[in-house]
């Protein structure tokens, strides 16, 4: 059973950064596909980056030029490094990753930007 354990989160002014981690256990091997969602208060979970299958990185436009989503592979750890945050970046940040057929999420890390 893989868990996923996220880190990071917190409170930052408008303008600033935040780096945020999440260490994968219990797999058999390194997970390719792994990247983060977000769910803001009364929105649904979205897309905001990802490693794919294949190793390519994959961003939501709202996050291009501002996240950088990277990874390490011998510790099963992929990181997601924020900056310029907005006040519409607030919200709870998932970890997910994927080993088909299964799909498994964190428990989530908060991030609240302020003006």
């Known amino acids: 059973q893989v868990q996923l354990v996220e880190s990071g989160g917190g409170l930052v002014q408008a303008g600033g950064s935040l780096r945020l981690s999440c260490v994968a256990s219990?797999?058999?091997?390194?997970?390719?596909?792994m990247g983060w969602y977000r769910q803001a208060p009364g929105k649904q979970r979205e897309f905001v980056a990802t490693?794919?299958?294949?190793?390519?990185?994959v961003y939501n436009d709202a996050v291009k030029g501002r996240f950088t989503i990277s990874r390490d592979n011998a510790e099963n750890t992929v990181y997601l490094q924020m900056n310029s945050l907005r006040l519409e970046d607030t919200a709870v940040y998932y970890c997910?990753?994927?080993?088909?057929?299964?799909?498994?999420w964190g428990q989530g890390t908060q991030v609240t930007v302020s003006s």
């Open positions: 219990g797999s058999d091997g390194s997970i390719n596909a």
């Open positions: 997910r990753a994927l080993l088909p057929p299964q799909i498994y």
């Open positions: 490693f794919t299958t294949v190793g390519s990185a």
